[in-house]
Antibody, heavy 117, light 113 residues
Framework: EVQLVESGGGLVQPGGSLRLSCAAS????????MTWVRQAPGKGLEWVAN????????SYVDSVKGRFTISRDNAKKTVFLQMNSLRVEDTAVYYC??????????WGRGTLVTVSS | DFVMTQSPDSLTVSLGERATINCKSS????????????LAWFQQKPGQPPKLLIF???TREPGVPDRISGSGSGTDFTLTISSLQAEDVAVYYC?????????FGGGTKVEIK
């Protein structure tokens, strides 16, 4: 079955860290751009980061630059989002997506990150 | 950054009637190098991830019913559901992928009258 499965979410205090993972199955991950998009409770979609097929290109939304790092391990078919210095406003469901370009056509079901004291 | 503005915020339509959602970009998303509009439409139902419906502004994703269509170019785009069905109740988002940061519109909630 073709799918993406996110994990690693949870409750963390402000200033803390989490590492999200996105495991792919049924696809050749190394052919695809990967992305993380988040959705705060009751809000719309916000793009967070992209990573090129071979990991050579990365881009981030300004609000997470210097705090979040996207990476990938194509051999393990997994993409990561290392999140440091977390803020209350980072609370959201985080979705990973894949696609041959930047119009991402396969999505995971998401993992909830809650930043609260 | 590209600011994507959707209208209306919500839409109530009778079953079988037409639903039209507009999306306006603050800058053109039409590439002069390949003559493509870097604009996608997503559908999101409660508790579910976004689902890609349309890319390149008017190319339907495989499996998307042909009652759903996208049009427009440059800065102005439209998603049309020609005959609304119960399963179309959702929030719809436009997204530009011309450049980083990728940006989404605020969403349009479609409901049945």
């Amino acid at each position: 079955e073709v799918q993406l499965v996110e994990s690693g979410g949870g409750l963390v205090q402000p200033g803390g860290s989490l590492r999200l993972s996105c495991a792919a199955s049924g696809i050749t991950l190394s052919r695809d751009w990967m992305t993380w998009v988040r959705q705060a409770p009751g809000k719309g979609l916000e793009w967070v980061a992209n990573i090129k097929e071979d990991g050579s290109g990365k881009s981030y939304v300004d609000s997470v630059k210097g705090r979040f790092t996207i990476s990938r391990d194509n051999a393990k078919k997994t993409v990561f989002l290392q999140m440091n210095s977390l803020r209350v406003e980072d609370t959201a469901v985080y979705y990973c997506g894949s696609g041959s370009g930047w119009h991402f056509d396969l999505w995971g079901r998401g993992t909830l990150v809650t930043v609260s004291s | 950054d590209f600011v994507m503005t959707q209208s209306p915020d919500s839409l109530t339509v009778s079953l079988g009637e037409r639903a039209t959602i507009n999306c306006k970009s603050s800058q053109s998303v039409l590439s002069t190098s390949d003559n493509r509009n870097y604009l996608a439409w997503f559908q999101q139902k409660p508790g579910q991830p976004p689902k890609l419906l349309i890319f390149w502004a008017s190319t339907r994703e495989p499996g998307v019913p042909d009652r759903i269509s996208g049009s427009g170019s440059g800065t102005d785009f439209t998603l049309t559901i020609s005959s609304l069905q119960a399963e179309d109740v959702a929030v719809y988002y436009c997204q530009q992928y011309y450049g980083a940061p990728i940006t989404f519109g605020g969403g349009t909630k479609v409901e049945i009258k």
